[in-house]
């Protein structure tokens, strides 16, 4: 039995008296909810197969509850916001697949307990500062030879996730991410980025089996790096590190083929939660967890709604900087000291891929 502790998470705002924990049917018997003194009500709520998260809103669940949520299906991940309403706060956890499911969600709700949103929210002020002042970034990994750079007049934010949950949205659990426009007036981003890491696949439709698809068909970045070539903010060339990323980028290439647009840089992501662990699924954890660096980044490919997806691609071995400074700002060289990032490395060999179809 995984315990719930509604009366631990920080991120719902006080004043709230009632919690409703939303499970999908498969996983009724596996939760139960701690009762504390912050709520005075307590309930769990079972979201039957092909139900959506709109009708169980609007039929079981009052106004001015906080909600959790934790589900596999996309169609209890996402509501309208007339459905919510204004009153409502929604959090949700996704859930894998598989035997470890169940361990990965108990990660979750552990990683929920020990978040502190005023530090993700410090931790986003300060980076904040700092690529305000910094007039452009370089994003470089030695490893690899990759070095990119991006210039912008002014650091534009499309995206801001900082800690503490707002009512009348749905918002993935944990929470913790600062996503950097770059595809904005006056910001040009072009080098070589070398991504390594667990990626996120988001879709703008629920139930779509492509995002899981291609997800699965980028999992061998958690363990080879691939390279990007972007010129002007688009991706014009990829190459494999090694020989195990090259099924990563034949997945790209297929999907900027399809629609181009999925080979736009939309921007930087950092994820700012150290509290939350990385996992072997499509989990937005992935893109909100620090890992061993104090700050992660991620490159964003494709923009919704305008694409049928975007891929957000962790470049955990990368450094970004300000121009013409040393001091790291956010990915690996903001690791802790003894972690192992600072053990000589060796430089990869490099593995073209076949026929890039994004040139």
């Not at 315990?3 to 008296?17: C, E, H, L, N």
């Not at 923009?303 to 690996?332: F, M, R």
Request: aromatic share 4%; net charge negative; charged share 20%.
């Amino acid at each position: 039995m995984i315990v719930v502790r509604p009366d631990a998470y920080r991120q719902y705002m006080t004043g709230r008296k009632r919690f409703v924990l939303i499970l999908e049917e498969q996983f009724m018997d596996s939760f139960d909810i701690e009762h504390g003194t912050r709520y005075e009500q307590y309930t769990k709520v079972t979201a039957e197969p092909g139900r959506p998260l709109a009708d169980i809103l609007s039929r079981e669940v009052r106004e001015g509850s906080d909600v959790l949520v934790i589900a596999e299906h996309d169609l209890l991940l996402t509501a309208p916001a007339v459905a919510i309403g204004p009153e409502r706060t929604v959090a949700t956890l996704r859930a894998g697949t598989g035997p470890l499911a169940l361990n990965q969600v108990s990660a979750l709700l552990e990683a929920l307990e020990k978040t502190d949103p005023d530090a993700v929210r410090q931790g986003a002020d300060t980076l904040t500062a700092a690529l305000n002042a910094a007039g452009g970034l370089t994003l470089d990994d030695p490893l690899t030879g990759s070095l990119a750079k991006l210039t912008y007049a002014h650091p534009t934010w499309s995206w801001t996730d900082t800690g503490v949950f707002q009512p009348g949205v749905v918002q993935a659990a944990p929470a913790g991410r600062h996503r950097l426009s770059a595809d904005g007036v006056g910001t040009v981003i072009t080098g070589q980025i070398a991504v390594k890491g667990w990626p996120v696949v988001r879709s703008r439709t629920s139930g779509t089996e492509q995002s899981r698809k291609l997800f699965e068909q980028l999992t061998a970045l958690s363990h080879y790096p691939l390279v990007l070539t972007v010129e002007d903010g688009t991706v014009s060339d990829l190459r494999a590190a090694e020989a195990g990323s090259a099924k990563a980028a034949v997945a790209l290439e297929q999907l900027f083929t399809t629609d181009p647009g999925h080979s736009r840089v939309a921007g930087l992501e950092f994820g700012l939660n150290n509290a939350v662990p990385l996992l072997p699924f499509n989990s937005e954890s992935n893109a909100t967890g620090t890992g061993k660096a104090t700050t992660s980044v991620h490159l964003v490919l494709g923009s919704l709604p305008t694409t049928p997806l975007q891929v957000v691609l962790p470049c955990s071995i990368s450094t970004l900087t300000a121009l013409d400074s040393t001091t790291p700002l956010a990915g690996a060289g903001t690791a802790a000291q003894g972690d192992g990032s600072t053990r000589p490395r060796r430089r990869m060999n490099r593995v073209t891929s076949a026929g890039c179809g994004c040139h």
